[in-house]
């Protein structure tokens, strides 16, 4: 067996209002998860994917597996009957603000181990996608992160990394004594433009220079690390990616955005795919900023992720549109 991309890390069930919880608003169940979301996203597009993680006994764990193997996706999975799947709940607070709250200590997606990584890799992944979440979980998901970047980077997988930093799951200075060292392993970096400084230790972004400046000084001092592609999500403002050889900008596409939740986790989907079909940089980051737009401008965490024949629907149509 082989796939195309192989990733691993917690899903959670996602518990969405459309207003503030405290007034009793109704909730609408949803899978929840970096790492899955990308996996939707990449199946969505045309490629094999394997999501491996661990879930609970519980109908939430059962709804996580039925809604991810819904997409084609080849579940690795293994069941924690002692832990319960951990849940989230999604305030939609205001039309602007977003809030949420966590209820994953100690869940079963957090002891994910060595052993489920070496599981995983039977399915002879091309490309191996990680992110700093899984890493913060726990010590055991941890080192299982870190294993998986190590061995993947060693079989000469092409790793994904994206930094993904969460304030609720650790400091800054923890991401960053962890993440460090962890991208040099990456053979595509993604972070968010303030994300950077927790994978590149010169501390650019601190020390007063300007913001473009630093995030060059962030990306040249990471590709000398061995990092091929540093690839970096400025929301709105689209995205950017370095490389030895060059500098790539592309301007976000303008949508109406009505949910946020997840775009950065499209664009990364579209980003790998687009790497997978032979694209170049150019081709990566448009179809990233595409991915990224469906996103934004529909509702839920990977509900409105794109097939590969709607991507065109972005990349054509004139605002406010009707396909007939």
């Not at 972070?191 to 060059?216: N, R």
């Not at 995205?239 to 303008?254: F, K, S, Y």
């Not at 170049?280 to 996103?295: I, M």
């Amino acid at each position: 067996m082989t796939v195309d991309l192989l990733t691993l890390g917690e899903s959670m069930v996602s518990l969405r209002s459309a207003g503030p919880l405290s007034a009793g608003c109704s909730l609408g169940m949803h899978v929840a998860g970096a790492e899955s979301n990308v996996a939707v996203g990449v199946a969505r597009l045309g490629r094999s994917v394997a999501w491996a993680g661990v879930v609970g006994a519980d109908p939430h764990g059962e709804f996580i597996l039925r809604q991810l193997r819904s997409e084609g996706i080849a579940v690795q999975h293994r069941v924690d009957a002692a832990r319960a799947t951990g849940v989230m709940f999604l305030e939609r607070r205001t039309a602007d603000i977003s809030r949420a709250y966590y209820y994953r200590a100690g869940s079963a997606g957090s002891t994910i181990s060595r052993e489920d990584v070496d599981r995983a890799f039977a399915a002879g992944p091309r490309v191996l996608h990680l992110t700093g979440i899984t890493a913060a979980l726990s010590p055991d998901a941890r080192r299982a992160v870190e294993y998986a970047a190590a061995r993947g980077a060693a079989e000469g997988l092409v790793v994904s990394l994206d930094v993904n930093y969460r304030s609720k799951l650790w400091s800054r200075d923890e991401a960053r004594a962890v993440l460090t060292p962890l991208a040099r392993h990456a053979s595509v970096l993604v972070a968010s433009d303030d994300e950077l400084g927790l994978v590149a230790g010169s501390g650019a972004a601190g020390s007063g220079a300007a913001p473009e400046a630093a995030e060059l000084a962030m990306a040249a001092e990471l590709l000398d690390r061995g990092v091929r592609e540093v690839v970096v999500k400025r929301g709105a403002a689209g995205a950017g990616v370095h490389t030895a050889v060059g500098r790539w900008e592309a301007p976000a596409v303008p949508v109406t955005s009505i949910d946020t939740v997840g775009a950065g986790d499209a664009f990364t989907a579209g980003y790998l795919s687009a790497l997978l079909d032979g694209g170049d940089v150019a081709a990566r980051l448009k179809r990233g900023t595409l991915a990224g737009a469906f996103a934004v401008s529909t509702a839920g965490d990977c509900e409105g992720l794109p097939s590969a024949a709607e991507l065109a629907l972005l990349d054509t149509a004139p605002d406010g549109s009707t396909q007939r």
